[in-house]
């Protein structure tokens, strides 16, 4: 079992680590930094084991481009969890501990693109059931939704993006894969 709890400033090399040795790239690590110095609010967690961090969960502000949306919103993305550490839950309770982080802060939707399998398991519905759609709606498949605040989601219409950063770490498209 990892202790989870906020990043620290200290934590922030081996937060870049632990992303930079997870994805293909080190894109994530790079985009956690910019996020972190251009926008806020920000949830920013990771996890430790033995006084060593083994994983990390970013949330960042999101906007629909459509109707409804006006509260705070943010993103899911990156979440990363070195590979001698995975399918041990640490995952899981960054995610649960992230929500309830995000809760506590008037968060009133969270979203994620990320495995189809895996976000449905912690209570995220899939976007395009509430008229929403990610920027490249091929995706939308691995695009997900949580309400936090009950109703947050009404009359909510339109196409959700992640922060302006997000193209420029992985192109116009904002990626072709899950950012999560």
Avoid: W
Avoid at 98 to 122: I, S, T
């Amino acid at each position: 079992m990892a202790t989870i709890r906020p990043e620290l400033e200290a934590d922030r090399a081996a937060i870049f680590e632990v992303n930079q040795e997870v994805f293909p790239t080190d894109a994530e690590a790079r985009l956690v930094d910019t996020l972190r110095a251009k926008v806020a609010p920000t949830t920013s967690l990771v996890a430790e084991v033995d006084g060593t961090i083994v994983g990390h969960i970013f949330f960042s502000p999101v906007t629909i481009d459509g109707v409804g949306g006006e509260g705070v919103m943010l993103g899911l993305a990156p979440m990363a969890v070195r590979e001698n550490f995975q399918r041990q839950g640490i995952g899981h309770q960054l995610v649960e501990a992230g929500l309830a982080a995000c809760q506590r802060a008037n968060v009133e939707l969270v979203f994620v693109l990320g495995h189809p399998d895996y976000y449905p398991k912690l209570g995220f519905a899939p976007v395009a059931s509430f008229g929403l759609h990610y920027a490249d709606p091929k995706l939308d498949v691995c695009f997900f939704v949580k309400e936090l605040l009950p109703g947050a989601l009404h009359g909510a219409k339109g196409t959700v993006a992640y922060h302006p950063a997000f193209d420029e770490a992985f192109g116009a498209d904002q990626g072709t894969e899950p950012p999560s």
